[in-house]
């Protein structure tokens, strides 16, 4: 089972993309297993989205030793 509210958020972070979708379901589910959770919620589909699209750092910022 999935929320309303994951659904919703699986699609705004994917833009629809199948491929991006299959990754953060994917995700989410194993965390939401791992939680003993009935159903992936909304904070699952962000918890996923953070270990599979980290932020992509900008062409200007440079890391600092």
């Known amino acids: 089972v999935i929320t309303h509210q994951a659904v919703e958020a699986l699609h ?3 833009n629809g993309l199948p491929r991006i979708i299959d ?4 995700e989410a589910l194993c965390i939401a297993a ?3 959770s009935s159903a ?3 904070h699952h589909i962000r918890a996923a989205e953070r270990r599979v699209m980290p932020r992509r750092r900008s062409d200007n910022t440079r ?3």
């Open 12 to 14: 705004s972070i994917s």
């Open 23 to 26: 990754k953060l379901a994917a």
């Open 34 to 36: 791992e939680a003993k």
């Open 40 to 42: 992936v919620e909304l």
């Open 63 to 65: 890391e600092t030793p």
